[in-house]
């Protein structure tokens, strides 16, 4: 019932940037936590950036100083900026949404179809 569409994927040199977005859509009535993850070759899935509502912001470790993340609340909007992307940066980028339904209040937990970043060196 929610769709998660990401866009803003692509082939980048090392040190470049890139940024993501991912609108969410669909009967809504609140969202708690929008959240960037990844998936390189052959890993698991991983937290990339994560922010609440309160603009709360969490970041791996390994993208700390160099991802962004923000969000438009009026647009149910979520984007990951990405600076001095590295080789190792490369993955299938996933969108995550949970919260709220509208009607019900049944509370959903939402993925996006994915999108691919790849850094080249």
């Known amino acids: 019932q929610v769709q998660l569409v990401e866009s803003g994927g692509g082939l980048v040199q090392a040190g470049g940037s890139l940024r993501l977005s991912c609108a969410a859509s669909g009967p809504i009535f609140t969202i708690n936590a929008m959240g960037w993850y990844r998936r390189a070759p052959g890993s698991q899935r991983e937290l990339v950036a994560i922010i609440t509502t309160g603009t709360r912001t969490n970041y791996a470790d390994s993208v700390k100083g160099r991802f962004t993340i923000s969000r438009d609340n009026a647009k149910n909007t979520v984007f990951l900026q990405m600076n001095s992307l590295k080789p190792e940066d490369t993955a299938d980028y996933y969108c995550?949404?949970?919260?709220?339904?509208?009607?019900?209040?049944?509370?959903?937990?939402?993925w996006g179809q994915g999108t691919q970043v790849t850094v080249s060196s």
């Open positions: 995550n949404a949970n919260g709220q339904l509208g009607g019900s209040r049944t509370r959903f937990d939402a």
